[in-house]
């Protein structure tokens, strides 16, 4: 099998018109005017978030900017064709839709500093120059920026369902370790949406031993972790050869371990990922997690 490209990897049919389907409806919902870019589309569900949130607080006056802001409204936190937020700890919400903390777009965010955006657009060009730039503008349109470590210190980053298009990140002085967690997260946004636009439904039941948690994980988050972390992988072979200083042996580190865990994932069941990409009903997402994968485990 041919080796595609990461841009002919994240590159499928039908997923910008399902997120445009998805936008409508929501536009329809608050009576607002958004437009049908991935940028709107991520935005779309935070001002749904926004809403449902001031309606059950009985803000009339919160809800009212949810229902009629659009994305352009919101020019004063734009790193076209992203939004950049930079929200204090304090600002970050619990609820019910989400395990983690989150944030949501709203009348009194403000705009990231000059140096966070800065590194966001730095990291942004590492990733398209080696392939990944339309996996970042179409499904890590809105980048959430959270606590500044040191290389030596864990990052966190997660995306959540509820809100497609939004990653959220630790981060540290380097735009090379940016770009590598926006691309893991921005891979499961892809997943999520394209498992939506081509109505792929997973069992909950079948389990798959994972690597990576080193515990047996549901198809649906095995499939994630081969994905995501391939994804990571093929960015960090390609940024680490232009990379300099400190962030070099780091770099490294991250190609070590994950050839560790694609290795074990190797010899706990030579056929694991087959059997699991046999649950999933569509062949052309079939073909990308499978290709991807084989890049990965194959000759560096």
């Given at each position: 099998m041919s080796a595609l490209s990461p841009e002919a990897l994240v590159t499928l049919d039908g997923i910008a018109d399902y997120q445009h389907r998805r936008t409508s409806r929501i536009a329809a919902v608050l009576g607002n005017r958004l437009c049908s870019s991935a940028l709107d589309y991520a935005v779309a569900h935070h001002l749904l978030e926004g809403a449902e949130h001031a309606a059950r607080a009985r803000d009339a006056d919160r809800l009212a900017w949810y229902c009629k802001t659009t994305t352009r409204d919101l020019p004063r936190l734009s790193a076209d064709p992203h939004i950049v937020l930079n929200p204090r700890s304090a600002d970050l919400l619990h609820s019910e839709i989400s395990e983690t903390a989150y944030y949501l777009v709203g009348p009194d965010t403000s705009p990231a500093p000059p140096e966070v955006l800065g590194l966001v657009r730095a990291a942004i060009a590492s990733a398209t120059e080696h392939g990944f730039g339309t996996l970042l503008t179409q499904h890590a349109p809105v980048i959430c920026l959270l606590n500044r470590r040191r290389l030596d210190e864990t990052l966190h980053s997660w995306a959540l369902t509820r809100l497609p298009g939004t990653v959220f990140t630790d981060y540290t002085a380097h735009p090379e370790v940016l770009a590598r967690d926006l691309i893991h997260e921005a891979a499961h946004n892809w997943l999520n949406d394209t498992l939506a636009a081509y109505d792929v439904e997973l069992p909950a039941d079948v389990?798959?031993?994972?690597?990576?948690?080193?515990?047996?994980?549901?198809?649906?988050?095995?499939?994630?972790?081969?994905?995501?972390?391939?994804?990571?992988?093929?960015?960090?072979?390609?940024?680490?050869?232009?990379?300099?200083?400190?962030?070099?042996?780091?770099?490294?580190?991250?190609?070590?371990?994950?050839?560790?865990?694609?290795?074990?994932?190797?010899?706990?069941?030579?056929?694991?990922?087959?059997?699991?990409?046999?649950?999933?009903?569509?062949?052309?997402?079939?073909?990308?997690?499978?290709?991807?994968?084989?890049?990965?485990?194959?000759?560096?």
């Open positions: 389990t798959f031993f994972s690597p990576w948690r080193g515990t047996p994980r549901p198809l649906y988050g095995f499939l994630h972790a081969c994905w995501a972390f391939s994804l990571t992988v093929l960015y960090v072979r390609e940024a680490r050869c232009s990379a300099t200083g400190a962030v070099v042996p780091f770099l490294d580190a991250h190609l070590r371990q994950q050839a560790v865990q694609f290795a074990a994932a190797a010899a706990a069941a030579a056929e694991c990922l087959d059997q699991a990409l046999s649950y999933v009903s569509a062949n052309e997402i079939r073909d990308r997690i499978g290709r991807a994968v084989g890049e990965v485990v194959g000759p560096a």
